[in-house]
Structure formats: structure tokens, C-alpha cells
């Protein structure tokens, strides 16, 4: 079935780096395009990152503009979340998100989410 | 802050109405961008309820609905139940921010 599954979250110290990925299965990757969504403890939903359908275009948040790299491997389905000079504010959820409609960005949300993984920064 | 204002809670009996307001600005609601809304459940991937304003995902019952005016949208729940209580979020796109999300709305059914 449509399936995002992410994995490598952890506990880093500020100042370190942390790579996160996101499998994507039962639907064909490449012709969409992926966010990258956090939910800090006890906050709201904060959008991060977004790389188009060709993965040739990526747009960030202001808040990780300049640390974070968003990126895929179409020969593996994964999206990855290239985190350096992670800080306290970090620290959340981070779940993986498909854009609704195939090929469009910013169009009509997110209709497929993973369960998220966990970064804390500590 | 988030840049689409939500209340924090709202709550209503089972087989009630409720209503979640979501104000934004004209940089992003007001500027003609669409307004989705989201079910977050403890320990669940988020959910898509509304698309483009009024539009239900195939899946999602029809006592959600969701209508938008102006700078400002809104998320109906009709015949209230007990699944219901869970936190949503709307979300809309901004001329300079990209993607936003409201602060998220938590509810209780009483």
C-alpha cells in the first residue's frame, strides 16, 4: 500500500549533523513532490523543506535555510533530510509528506504522511 | 507564533456542531491560496481531511466540511463522536513562507 516511512532520528548534541530518511513505497516516487514537516514537543506543525517532483528544486523554511538539505535517491524511493548545526530548537518530530497531486508543488497539501522520527537535540 | 491564527481548544458534546476558525493575512489566505486541514491523532500520521478549501479526500465522512471567505477559513464537524477528539491544523501556502500551518486546535468532545 502508499506507504512513507521514515527512520533516523535520534539524540545529538548542538552542533552535530543527523541525515534523516524517508521510504516511500506502493505509489511511483518520482513524479511527486516531498515535504519535510516538524511538530516540536508541545508546538504546532511547522513546515521545513520541499523538493519538487524532478528534484531539481528545493525551498526552505527560514528557521533551517542554510543547515538543512533535503535530497532523494530515485533508485532507493528515499527522500533524505540532510541536518548540520542542529541546535535545541530542532529538537521534534519530523514526518515526511507527498504532495497530493502528482508533478505540482505548493497545489492542494499533503494527502500521504509517515509516522515521523525523532530528533532531539541535547 | 504561527502565522495562521487557530484557537487552542474548542469542545462539544457527541451528535453536536463545532467550527475551527483559521485567520490568516493577505499574504497568504486573503492572496487566494487554498486551505487544507489536517487531523492529527496521539501516536497516528496526520491526516488529510479538507483539500482546497471544501474538498474531501475519498475515505474522509461527510460530517467534515470546510468553507473559506477572505482571509479566514473554517472547519465544520457535524454529529460530534467520540473518534473525533484529536488535534487539527489548517495549512495554506504564503506568498514569502512557502507552506504554513496554523497553531492546531485541539478537541474535546465532552
Known amino acids: 500500500q502508499v506507504q512513507l516511512v521514515e527512520s533516523g532520528g535520534g539524540v545529538v548534541q548542538p552542533g552535530g549533523s543527523l541525515r534523516l530518511s524517508c521510504a516511500a513505497s506502493g505509489f511511483s516516487f518520482s513524479v511527486y513532490a516531498f515535504h519535510w514537516v516538524r511538530q516540536a514537543p508541545g508546538k504546532g506543525l511547522e513546515w521545513v523543506a520541499v523538493l519538487s517532483s524532478d528534484g531539481k528544486n528545493s525551498h526552505y523554511a527560514d528557521s533551517v535555510k542554510g543547515r538543512f538539505t533535503v535530497s532523494r535517491d530515485t533508485s532507493k524511493n528515499t527522500l533524505y533530510l540532510q541536518m548540520n548545526s542542529l541546535g535545541t530548537e530542532d529538537t521534534a518530530m519530523y514526518y515526511c509528506?507527498?504532495?497530493?497531486?502528482?508533478?505540482?508543488?505548493?497545489?492542494?497539501?499533503?494527502?500521504?504522511w509517515g509516522h515521523g522520527t525523532t530528533v532531539t537535540v541535547s | 507564533q504561527s502565522v495562521l491564527t487557530q484557537p487552542p481548544s474548542v469542545s462539544g458534546a457527541p451528535g453536536q456542531r463545532v467550527t475551527i476558525s483559521c485567520t490568516g493575512s493577505n499574504s497568504n489566505i486573503g492572496a487566494g491560496y487554498d486551505v487544507q486541514w489536517y487531523q492529527l491523532l496521539p501516536g497516528t500520521a496526520p491526516k488529510l481531511l479538507i483539500y482546497r478549501n471544501n474538498n474531501r479526500p475519498s475515505g474522509v465522512v461527510d460530517r467534515f466540511s470546510g468553507s473559506k471567505s477572505g482571509t479566514s477559513a473554517s472547519l465544520a464537524i457535524t454529529g460530534l463522536q467520540a473518534e473525533d477528539e484529536a488535534t487539527y491544523y489548517c495549512q495554506s501556502y504564503d506568498n514569502s513562507l512557502f507552506v504554513v500551518f496554523g497553531g492546531g486546535t485541539n478537541l474535546t468532545v465532552l
Open positions: 509528506a507527498r504532495e497530493t497531486t502528482r508533478i505540482q508543488i505548493f497545489d492542494v497539501g499533503m494527502n500521504v
